[in-house]
């Protein structure tokens, strides 16, 4: 823990190269995703001209509906933006109907979305006929069917783009729609997106962006961005929130109302402090307002897109953080990683350009920071007090450590260790055995007038081993060697069996010596002594039958483990 905190006090002193704050291009997180939206209508009409020879004639009609700008949140090239864009409530069959009729006829009809009447009646009948719907009568097929057209911006410029299908529309022109790719899309990790906020601003004149273009993209024709402010208030139901200038220096609503004119509508308006996306363009002419952001996730819903981001994206913003923060030097190999994902992205292929151009110049604050020399006027922070620091908690810890480890009591030692009944080691798992007594000649085995109550726990070995070395007795009940006399009250060497004299007195049923018992019993653990004796003979050394403990001739119970003598 010392350590780790010398540690963080060193890296605080030290100049926070990675501890950026947000890019201040905000708006290029959104603009790679920026996209041109054309629709149009394909019109294949039939007029049956049977005034004189029945003759049948085919046209085809490219009917443009409506243009603007989308956004695409996610990688698979799904784009959000308006209905107006992609849909028409102009009658197109109408007009297809006008444009066949003045050039098969040779009448003069206005090339338009209205209903005309001709002054000839039999011409007229048969203009009638030719509109929607379509009737028994009819003298016109007509078949429509709309066709959109998604331009993405990369270099060099897509002049063809990629279809797209539109997976929703709403009810009104103002309304959020979604679409999808139905051919290719570019790049094989996907496309670039835009981060979708969660709300919009509620702060009255919070700043924001708005991005679009206002033609295909090319290298004449880059993508669009001007600033604007939010005004408080404003729901679906009135048509959207408004902008206006919290200073009052610019008529925003004209502003943003002829950007939308000019190409912007449906375009991304994007929050000024993380450069997510808090609605789309609507209006026009004097008046641009946005729709919010829950409509729009609200559509997508509807369409069961997801929004979400890609590959490209994170390493995109990587790469920003650096050039916005110009380390020019480290943004070079970033925008080329993005390029590797994306190669037409339009941002980041610009951007190489300017990073490769400021590398290791004045400007570059990596190069800077390398070349930089400790401060000789003292005003900057030096790095030796927090070194000191952390060395000293390291120091403070280590004395502490001994101190506690010394106040600590001393363990045991292992092996044999001497106490009141002698050594005797330790068992299995480490619990010590007790040690036998030892009783210097002459003496008695114990002090029968003593009469000391011992507490004994039953976790220690009911049997107590003592290894044997040469020239030492075997224990109880083993057949002696050659010159070993047995002798009683000796323990076996460990993994031998422990054997115990029995008690030779008679018990109140006996008569006698039993001399006839010449067997070992079935409770018994070894050959019985042969130590006789009856009740006038001489009283024998008496072992406890569950310890192996000697036992003096007044005890009834064992003065180690209280086993019972008469049990």
């Known amino acids: 823990m010392a350590l780790l ?23 290029d997180l959104v603009t790679p995703a920026v996209v041109r939206v054309e629709a149009t209508a394909h019109v294949d009409i039939t007029l ?146 835009a981060p979708l906020a969660a709300k919009v601003p509620d702060k009255e004149g919070s700043p924001v962006a708005v991005a679009g273009f206002t033609g295909r993209p090319s290298a004449g024709v880059k993508e669009k961005v001007d600033i604007a402010h939010l005004q408080a208030g404003g729901t679906a139901g009135s048509g959207g929130r408004r902008f206006k200038d919290p200073e009052g220096k610019v008529d925003e609503p004209p502003k943003v109302g002829k950007l939308v004119d000019q190409g912007l509508r449906g375009g991304p308006v994007i929050e000024d402090k993380k450069g997510e996306v808090v609605g789309l363009l609507v209006g026009g002419g004097d008046d641009g307002r946005m729709i919010g952001i829950r409509e729009v996730t609200e559509a997508l819903a509807a369409a069961k897109v997801t929004a979400r981001r890609g590959p490209i994206d994170a390493a995109f913003e990587q790469a920003l953080t650096r050039f916005h923060t110009k380390y020019y030097g480290d943004a070079v190999p970033a925008f080329e990683r993005v390029l590797d994902l994306y190669p037409g992205h339009a941002v980041a292929a610009a951007h190489l350009k300017t990073s490769q151009a400021k590398r290791g110049t004045a400007e570059d604050e990596g190069t800077k920071r390398a070349a930089a020399q400790p401060d000789p006027g003292g005003t900057a922070l030096p790095l030796w007090p927090f070194l000191v620091g952390g060395g000293v908690l390291v120091a403070l810890v280590i004395v502490g450590t001994i101190l506690f480890l010394r106040r600590q009591p001393a363990s045991e030692p292992d092996g044999d260790v001497p106490g009141e009944y002698g050594g005797n080691g330790t068992g299995e798992g480490g619990v010590p055995y007790p040690a036998v007594p030892v009783t210097p000649a002459g003496q008695s085995t114990l002090d029968d007038g003593a009469s000391a109550t011992v507490v004994v726990g039953r976790s220690f070995p009911s049997l107590p081993k003592v290894a044997t070395g040469p020239g030492q007795p075997p224990a109880p009940g083993q057949s002696p060697g050659p010159g070993r006399p047995s002798v009683p009250g000796q323990l076996s060497a460990p993994g031998q069996p422990v054997l115990v004299a029995r008690d030779p007195g008679p018990k109140p049923h006996d008569t006698g010596p039993r001399t006839h018992d010449t067997g070992p019993r079935a409770h018994d653990t070894g050959p019985r002594s042969q130590a006789g004796g009856g009740a006038g003979g001489a009283a024998a050394q008496k072992y406890c039958t569950a310890c192996g403990m000697r036992l003096g001739p007044a005890h009834r119970f064992c003065g180690y483990c209280g086993h019972s003598v008469e049990a």
Do not use: W
């Open 5 to 27: 905190g010398g540690l963080a006090l060193a890296v605080a002193a030290m100049p926070a190269a990675l501890a950026h704050e947000h890019p201040s291009g905000i708006t």
């Open 48 to 193: 049956l001209d049977h005034i004189g020879e029945l003759v049948h004639v085919e046209r085809s009609y490219e009917v443009p509906i409506g243009v603007g700008t989308g956004t695409v949140v996610n990688p698979d090239g799904a784009t959000v933006t308006l209905t107006g864009v992609v849909k028409t409530d102009k009658d197109v069959e109408v007009h297809a109907a006008n444009k066949i009729f003045a050039e098969h006829h040779k009448v003069k009809i206005p090339d338009d979305f209205e209903r005309h009447t001709l002054k000839d009646e039999t011409l007229n009948r048969h203009l009638q006929e030719c509109y929607p719907p379509k009737k028994p009568t009819a003298t016109c097929i007509i078949d429509v069917t709309t066709e959109v057209q998604v331009f993405p911006n990369i270099v060099p410029a897509d002049a063809e783009g990629f279809k797209a299908e539109i997976m929703h529309t709403g009810d009104r022109p103002e309304s959020p729609a979604v679409l999808m790719p139905v051919s290719r899309a570019d790049g094989g990790a996907g496309m670039p997106t």
